[in-house]
Nanobody
Framework: QVQLVESGGGLVQAGGSLRLSCTAS????????VGWFRQAPGKEREFVAA????????YYADSVKGRFTISRDNAVNTVYLQMNSLKPEDTAIYYC?????????????????????WGQGTQVTVSS
């Protein structure tokens, strides 16, 4: 069992930056693949970014590629999502998710059903 807690959300103007953190407790985080997903009002939850458990390979949705960076610091059991050049359409609740899945496939790591553990979410609001 692993518990995930997101932090770092808030209100920012368009063009600004935020860094979200996903901190795990209960298990060694290094053996988990981690994904970030988001859900905007009235929309379905969608994939944002993922990082594999071993090689640290990263994947991004086209909508955030070049603006967002996912990284992990296993020493502090935390995965980060650095968000730059934020746009109003990035406004959403952001969730991190983790699973002991060993795949390095984008097709698998971008799917919500891959992940067993989820955080409670953190709100990101980007004003125009």
């Amino acid at each position: 069992q692993v518990q995930l807690v997101e932090s770092g959300g808030g209100l920012v103007q368009a063009g600004g930056s935020l860094r979200l953190s996903c901190t795990a407790s209960g298990r060694t985080f290094s053996s988990y693949a981690v994904g970030w997903f988001r859900q905007a009002p009235g929309k379905e939850r969608e994939f944002v970014a993922a990082i594999t458990w071993s090689s640290g390979r990263t994947y991004y949705a086209d909508s955030v590629k070049g603006r967002f960076t996912i990284s992990r610091d296993n020493a502090v059991n935390t995965v980060y999502l650095q968000m730059n050049s934020l746009k109003p359409e990035d406004t959403a609740i952001y969730y991190c998710a983790a699973d002991r899945h060993r795949s390095e496939s984008w097709l698998i790591l971008s799917q919500q059903r891959t992940y067993e553990y989820w955080g409670q979410g953190t709100q990101v609001t980007v004003s125009s």
